[in-house]
């Protein structure tokens, strides 16, 4: 704001994550913060414009400033640009951070329940976790029914990563249980539109996870329960056993989605931010 006061160019404050309610983020004492609201509230209040990275975000903020744009945080076209031969298993693939927020048991125990009424199911299955996973959560999983299925990658180079995700059958996204979790698009979800591969969301039906994965046609969202993840999962397995893993897949809605079109959204915003200050 000082800048922009001594500069006379336009100011714009990008919230890639929300100031306050991140579940991520420490819990701060109450006089902390109220000093971090009032100074979030000047921020939104003194900007010419404000850019996050979702629906759900944009339509909060316009609370406080009218001048609000959705960037999303887009995929690289180019490093996901080569389609695999479909996967002989049914590998269910997550790939990311996995914490106590994430409660990762949910999608874990409706995959048990599945295989424990199909055999082909059982047999076909494999679950696998790439990236940073709670200490407990391997030898959990490890020592539970489906525990030979289930394979750590630990932490791996980004190229592995996208085999990981371009070479799954479904792609598993955990929505966090936070206060702003409506709002929670990660970046890993955008590298997933980009696998062209099969996503099923646990988090909230009517958050931006949700909402953007059956706009292009990716994926279905179910709530926290495993009952509601276990008919999502059993579909995706009999359309893999089909060959039709993603058959509502639109392209052109995915491209929506890119890093170039995004950075176009940006800056078409940025521009008429400027003209709006001229």
């Known amino acids: 704001a000082i800048l922009r006061e001594k500069t006379h160019i336009p100011w714009v404050a990008d919230f890639r994550d929300p100031w306050l309610g991140a579940y991520f983020g420490p819990k701060r004492p109450k006089w902390a913060a109220a000093i971090e609201r009032r100074q979030e509230s000047r921020v939104l ?6 850019t996050t990275i979702g629906p759900s975000w944009k339509r909060m903020f316009e609370k406080r400033n009218k001048n609000v744009e959705a960037v999303f945080n887009g995929f690289d076209g180019d490093s996901l640009a080569t389609e695999p031969p479909p996967p002989k298993h049914f590998r269910m693939v997550y790939v990311g951070t996995i914490n106590d927020a994430e409660n990762p048991d949910r999608v874990f125990k409706a995959t048990e329940s599945i295989a424990a009424r199909r055999a082909d199911f059982r047999e076909s299955v494999q679950i696998e976790t790439a990236g940073r996973v709670g200490n407990d959560m391997p030898k959990q999983w490890q020592n539970s029914t489906l525990g030979e299925q289930y394979s750590h990658h630990g932490f791996v180079p980004h190229d592995e990563a996208v085999k ?11 929505i966090p249980e936070a206060p702003t979790s409506l709002g929670i698009l990660s970046g890993k979800l955008m590298e997933y539109l980009g696998a062209g591969r099969p996503i099923v969301v646990a988090g909230p039906t009517d958050g931006d996870a949700a909402w953007l994965v059956e706009h292009t046609g990716t994926g279905q969202a179910a709530e926290d329960n495993p009952e509601d993840l276990e008919p999502i999962i059993e579909q995706c397995f009999d359309r893999f056993l089909e060959g039709d893993g993603c058959p509502n897949y639109d392209a052109e809605r995915v491209k929506e989605f890119s890093r170039k079109s995004q950075a176009k959204v940006l800056s078409q915003f940025l521009t008429r931010v400027v003209e709006q200050s001229g």
């Not at 209040?45 to 404000?50: C, Q």
């Not at 990981?164 to 955990?174: D, G, N, Q, W």
């Open 45 to 50: 209040a003194n900007a010419d414009g404000i």
């Open 164 to 174: 990981l995700m371009c070479e799954s059958a479904l792609l598993i996204v955990i």
